[in-house]
């Protein structure tokens, strides 16, 4: 079974720092290229950003460009998301994502979801 567990979420006051992880299992991890998503009360879920499987090519939405970087552990079959510079705006439930592929080809292709963490950052 298939399971990507998200974690590290929580209240922060802008400005500040979170850093998501998001463990897999049951996949042959290093097959998967992984991307994270949020979405905010009333709004449809977005694109955040998304790694290749070996890690490189890393892409951001311009809403998080310069503030979040994604990351990904290959031996620890984590991916992560460190995001600075928070914004209120950034509050949102974050779910990461894998597609079975060497890149990240759009949210039509994506195969498993995690569960969500929650993030809300406070003015």
């Known amino acids: 079974q298939v399971q990507l567990v998200e974690s590290g979420g929580g209240l922060v006051q802008a400005g500040g720092s979170l850093r998501l992880s998001c463990a897999a299992s049951?996949?042959?991890?290093?097959?998967?290229?992984m991307a994270w998503f949020r979405q905010a009360p009333g709004k449809e879920r977005e694109f955040i950003a998304a790694?290749?499987?070996?890690?490189?090519?890393?892409y951001y939405a311009d809403s998080v460009k310069g503030r979040f970087t994604i990351s990904r552990d290959n031996a620890k079959n984590t991916v992560y998301l460190q995001m600075n510079s928070l914004k209120p705006e950034d509050t949102a439930v974050y779910y990461c994502?894998?597609?079975?592929?060497?890149?990240?080809?759009?949210?039509?292709?994506?195969?498993?979801w995690g569960q969500g963490t929650q993030v809300t950052v406070s003015s």
């Open positions: 049951g996949l042959t991890f290093s097959r998967y290229a």
């Open positions: 790694v290749n499987r070996s890690g490189g090519n890393p």
């Open positions: 994502a894998g597609e079975r592929n060497s890149y990240y080809s759009g949210p039509g292709g994506i195969d498993y």
